[in-house]
């Protein structure tokens, strides 16, 4: 097995966010080379903002036949979904998944959430949905409302944003490791944005931030899924080195991954390196 199942589907492809930026349609024509690589099964849906959708940008990019699969960000808000998605239709493009802020840091993000299960009801072709949190005022009380929701059957989950171009928006170890056990005491799925760019936490020497590693965050998921608490799962993320990460990975690779859906990025060579150097993914080899 070329790509282990713990690390299935873990990176969406982000390409045409910062700081890649990459122009639509190169974005395209590389995600189809993804998508037929021997690492395929790492890559996840290529991720569009809803307004270069209904900016038409996307418009013979694609051909209908092909069944193109996208993940749609919400930057026009939850209210500008319903047209992005009907830009999509004509083009053939099948939205896997919906993915839009509630709220903006300091506001409750309650009214948000309810407009976003409001939407989903609407829209039940969408395979999954996520509702980015901000990790201030009113968290707790909107996972609990995912997960009620959740629980019900309703195909929704938390999106946290782990980094971005102010320090505020880079979360502790202690406080993405409180998310991590709080979404698994409420059996609620998340997905993560921004900042992960390797595998291990690292400091940035152009910013001087300092972002949490993709396969930190997979030790600090696997952990807490074990019944760790805060405490145990923060010292994994805090954790810069690799040993101490990798080896809980490398244990589990035959595993499905848990409550940690993935995240997106604006590289797929930059992880997929990352797992190669580590031993994690043995670089289009067959085991």
């Known amino acids: 097995m070329q790509v282990p199942r713990l690390f299935a589907g873990l990176v969406d492809d982000a390409a045409v966010f910062p700081p890649g930026s990459a122009p639509l349609p190169d974005a395209v024509v590389a995600h189809r080379r993804h998508r037929s690589a021997w690492y395929a099964d790492l890559v996840g849906p290529l991720l569009l903002p809803a307004s270069a959708v209904t900016a038409g940008e996307l418009s013979g990019l694609v051909d209908p036949a092909e069944g193109y699969v996208i993940g749609l960000i919400g930057d026009t808000g939850i209210d500008g979904l319903p047209v992005a998605l009907s830009f999509l239709a004509p083009d053939g493009v099948t939205v896997r998944q919906l993915e839009v802020p509630v709220a903006k840091r300091g506001e409750d993000p309650s009214p948000g959430v309810a407009a976003l299960l409001r939407l989903i009801d609407k829209t039940r072709a969408v395979e999954s949905c996520y509702a980015e949190v901000p990790l201030t005022f009113g968290l707790m009380s909107a996972l609990d409302a995912l997960a009620e929701a959740r629980a019900a059957g309703v195909p929704v989950a938390a999106k946290f944003r782990t980094g971005g171009l102010a320090a505020e928006l880079f979360p502790t170890p202690i406080e993405l490791a409180a998310v991590i056990c709080a979404c698994r005491d409420r059996e609620l799925p998340f997905k993560l944005t921004a900042g992960l760019h390797h595998a291990v936490r690292h400091r940035d020497p152009e910013t001087g931030f300092t972002h949490h590693g993709f396969v930190n965050v997979l030790a ?66 067959d085991e």
């Open 220 to 285: 600090a998921a696997l952990a807490a899924a074990g019944g760790a608490e805060v405490d145990a799962v923060a010292e994994l993320l805090a954790a810069t080195d690799p040993v101490r990460v990798v080896e809980g990975a490398r244990a589990e690779r035959d595993a499905a991954r848990p409550l940690w859906i993935g995240y997106g990025s604006c590289s797929i060579e930059e992880p997929l390196t990352d797992l190669i150097r580590l031993g994690l993914v043995n670089g289009g080899y």
